[in-house]
């Protein structure tokens, strides 16, 4: 990272200024000034966070920053970039942060403070009990430590103990205040596991989806049956069904024995078929796939915009080195090659038949799987009915491992690429970035899915444990 005065850095100054459409304007046009620091190590992502930078701002600068960005640490006061957005209770850009690298996650600034106590703690900036909660399991679900104690000898619950948490509704502080520490101390004590499902049960959608289906002839009960399941009561003069009778029910409670009937418009598409003597109960919940994202076929002209937008965003970024990756298992390596820029990409995926006006998956898996959202706003200024692509949507256009590399590529510093290059390359190659290394260790077949075993063995032996997470 480069060192740039704050008075001589452009984005910062319109950072101090809360001037987001220059700040937005500057990201696009001048992005390696998100790459720098000033006097006391800040960077304009901290400046950023402390200026009550909108979402959409801090999540660009996060998706475009380096690892070694992300890690920066103040000279004086000692905080990172997850101390500040677990101060101020910035949970979608912590999520974002953390999915790059959680290397910091339990790192103490000069005070002894943890991204966790500066969550908990009552510092100054007042947190709602939504806010501490979301925070605080983000966190912990990433790795934090409860029992790190600050210079004071306090936790980070101990900490929340003395908060008094003026936010809170008065009349439910104190019983909200002792269910989050309940909560914490429970998901803590019961170890990653209980993390994970508690993270996929609050943040996630549960995926259930069981079909029971009654057989038999006409007037022999099967409504009446799939009704007393429902908890209905039996009607006497209940009609005969004439082919299929199909009934969405959600669970309503921890009691799974409750079932609530739901429309079914807005969550699924369900086609009846004429069968003879049958009635079905369908039990589901919603599941967020890329097999679900659809849209009405754009026009010529719209679809020309959309690829503009895509691959002047990525090439503003420097992203074709990426993209290569991405879509390596796509075009072979004498056309990735050949490959210029994103647009010449974009034609040579047209060509292949994986992309078209009428088809945009791969495009929404693209943006999904480069956590590029910033994309995504862009897009949908001039397209509002482009798919609305979330974190957590499954990729369905790209292998799971393919997904692994590009987690693994996201993590790397350039430190870990030097390492990696000493040890596969005599003499090393000195790769322009880690995107190009991923590359030639494909091509060499050193990360192919059928070796990929033992080279995560040799980042183990690295001890790059962010790289072993990214691949398994």
């Not at 099967?222 to 299929?244: H, Q, R, V, W, Y």
């Not at 807005?266 to 109960?281: G, M």
Request: proline share 3%.
């Amino acid at each position: 990272m480069k060192y740039l005065p704050e008075k001589e850095n452009k984005l910062v100054q319109a950072i101090n200024r809360k001037d987001w459409p220059a700040v937005r304007n500057t990201l696009e046009n001048e992005p390696h000034l998100n790459e720098t620091h000033d006097e006391i190590g800040a960077t304009p992502l901290m400046y950023a966070v402390s200026r009550h930078a909108p979402d959409d701002v801090l999540e660009n600068m996060i998706e475009t920053a380096s690892v070694e960005n992300l890690g920066q640490q103040q000279r004086f006061g000692g905080s990172t970039i997850l101390n500040l957005l677990a101060f101020f209770a910035r949970v979608s850009a912590m999520r974002c942060v953390l999915e790059r690298t959680n290397k910091n996650i339990n790192t103490q600034d000069d005070f002894g403070r943890t991204p966790l106590h500066d969550c908990l703690g009552d510092w100054g900036m007042l947190s709602s009990y939504e806010e501490h909660r979301q925070t605080a399991i983000c966190l912990i679900t990433y790795g934090a430590s409860a029992a790190i104690k600050n210079k004071d000898g306090k936790t980070p619950l101990d900490v929340y103990d003395e908060n008094e948490c003026k936010r809170y509704e008065d009349t439910t502080r104190k019983k909200k205040k002792k269910e989050l520490r309940d909560l914490l101390e429970e998901v803590l004590a019961r170890g990653p596991d209980a993390v994970k499902a508690f993270k996929d049960a609050t943040d996630g959608e549960i995926t259930v989806n069981s079909r029971l289906t009654f057989l038999g002839q006409e007037g022999l009960g099967k409504t009446s049956c799939a009704k007393a399941m429902l908890g209905k009561e039996f009607n006497e003069t209940e009609p005969s069904t004439d082919g299929i009778d199909t009934t969405t029910v959600f669970q309503i409670d921890e009691d799974y024995n409750k079932l609530e009937q739901k429309d079914v418009d807005d969550l699924s598409v369900v086609k009846k078929r004429k069968i003879q003597h049958s009635d079905e109960l369908l039990i589901t919940k919603k599941l967020k796939t890329s097999e679900q994202i659809a849209m009405e076929a754009l026009s010529d002209e719209e679809f020309s915009i959309l690829n503009t937008y895509i691959s002047q965003w990525y090439d503003s970024h420097k992203c074709l080195p990426m993209l290569k990756v991405l879509f390596r298992d796509k075009l072979d390596n004498h056309e990735l090659s050949q490959v210029n820029g994103t647009m010449d990409l974009l034609n040579k995926i047209l060509a292949r038949g994986h992309l078209s006006s009428q088809n945009l998956r791969i495009l929404c898996d693209t943006i999904s799987v480069t956590k590029h959202f910033g994309l995504l706003l862009k897009i949908k200024k001039k397209l509002p009915s482009f798919p609305d692509v979330k974190e957590g949507t499954i990729s369905g256009s790209f292998t799971p491992h393919r997904q692994k590399l590009m987690k693994f590529g996201m993590v790397l510093s350039s430190g870990d690429v030097k390492q990696i290059d000493g040890l596969y390359n005599k003499p090393c190659k000195d790769y322009t970035d880690r995107w190009s290394m991923i590359s030639d260790l494909e091509h060499q077949q050193i990360m192919s899915e059928d070796n990929i075993k033992k080279f995560i063995d040799k980042m183990k032996i690295l001890n790059l444990p962010l790289a072993i997470k990214a691949l398994t």
